[in-house]
């Protein structure tokens, strides 16, 4: 008897495997992405490759863009603390209304409308918040700012007066996101606040939200279907993985959204392997005349002696693409001082006070916190503009902040 129904119990639960198995399968196979047949969508990772599809789902890489939802909108919608107050008769209180999010308008204490968060750009240093009006994208007036656990002004919005008519092109989606089509450029070619950008109409289904596996590591159909045939075979075929890339390309994968030059195309063009020369004009990549912290980062390593004099030195010497947990100073320095140390009489040979490590600290010295020239932000009831920080990706020598630690006790 205990034999039959040990024997029924292995043939359910193999029954069950293969239905699930087929169910996957299925998904996969109904699965149409929208940049075309050669993708597969970044769910098809997750069978193989559960641990890294995990940790990349929370990545800032990840969250580039989303959705907007009650889960991932930052800030607080409680009375008291979600509301920004712009004269006596002008405010915009952020509202909850049955679990869906909205930023009002009120005038004179009477509502004017309501605007949706439709789609959420960034989650670790602050998130901007974006909504739909037919075919175009406009930002919100109000962003949400993580150093100061506070609403304050979008990117280059005014303190005085709330405006919903910014349009955003898909230039900004081309680096928080993988993917969006226009429909055609809009005939209105008026620049908006500033930007240059002239505003576009957009595909709505075209969108794929946040940069996923497939923008870093390219078009995954054929590499999916392959092993699925088979799962024995541990070398993987028909993907770009970090190791077949050499030192240019695998900079060239981080560059192409991380640069502050003018791209001579279309980013989401750029298949991994591609040669960044395509994309931007060399001397305007390497050129120092933008020195902002923000989306600069390549702009700004180029500058830096340590990356100039190495031959292997890229973004992944310091970073992982796919882990967004936040290292200590203490743990980040170790990766300085696997190239400078005292044997190789090329460490830091400034002078400071008993009890204090330098080996303890390379990033607050030699990469501090800089404020952007690019972005600021008001907060309620403030004339003055609040810094967005950023850490500088110029690797050098700051005197003023050698200066801070010589002076620590």
């Known amino acids: 008897m205990k034999k039959n129904i040990k024997s029924s119990f292995t043939v359910l639960i193999s029954v069950l495997y293969l239905f699930l198995l087929s169910n996957c399968a299925n998904k996969d196979k109904d699965y149409v992405d929208p940049r075309g047949t050669t993708y597969a969508g970044s769910e098809s990772c997750m069978e193989c490759h559960p641990k890294i599809y995990n940790e990349a789902l929370n990545s800032s890489h990840y969250k580039a863009s989303a959705s907007a939802s009650i889960k991932n909108v930052l800030g607080n919608f409680r009375t008291g603390h979600n509301t920004y107050i712009y004269n006596k008769d002008t405010k915009i209180v952020m509202e909850n209304r049955n679990n869906n999010l909205f930023q009002v308008y009120y005038k004179n204490g009477k509502e004017v409308k309501a605007y949706p968060f439709d789609i959420i750009m960034g989650a670790k240093k602050a998130q901007t918040s974006l909504f739909w009006d037919k075919d175009n994208v406009y930002e919100l007036p109000l962003s949400y700012y993580i150093s100061v656990n506070n609403w304050g002004t979008s990117p280059s919005y005014p303190p005085n007066q709330p405006h919903f008519d910014r349009l955003i092109s898909i230039d900004c989606f081309e680096c928080h996101s993988s993917n969006l089509e226009r429909k055609h ?151 300085c001082l696997s190239c400078h140390s005292e044997v190789k009489k090329n460490f830091c040979t400034t002078k400071v006070s008993h009890g204090v490590s330098l080996k303890d600290n390379c990033i607050d010295c030699h990469m501090p916190k800089k404020a952007s020239g690019v972005i600021g932000f008001y907060l309620s009831g403030k004339s003055e503009m609040s810094p967005y920080l950023l850490r500088t990706h110029r690797i050098g020598i700051y005197q003023e902040e050698n200066l801070k630690v010589s002076k620590k006790k």
């Open 185 to 335: 450029k809009n005939t209105n070619t008026e620049d908006y606040f500033g930007t240059g950008m002239t505003p576009e109409t957009m595909k709505k289904e075209s969108l794929v939200f946040g940069i996923d596996c497939e923008r870093c590591h390219g078009p995954a159909k054929d590499h999916v279907d392959y092993h699925k045939r088979n799962p024995g075979l541990k070398l993987a075929k028909y993907i770009v993985t970090n190791k077949s890339l050499n030192t240019q390309q695998k900079l060239a994968g981080c560059v192409i959204c991380h640069s502050a030059a003018q791209n001579l195309q279309s980013r989401f063009k750029f298949v991994p392997g591609n040669s960044i020369a395509d994309f931007y004009n060399e001397y305007a990549l390497n050129s120092d005349a933008n020195s902002d912290v923000h989306g600069n980062q390549y702009g700004l390593l180029a500058q830096s002696k340590c990356f100039v004099a190495s031959k292997t030195m890229d973004c992944t010497t310091c970073h992982d693409s796919h882990n967004n947990t936040i290292e200590s100073l203490s743990k980040q320095s170790e990766k």
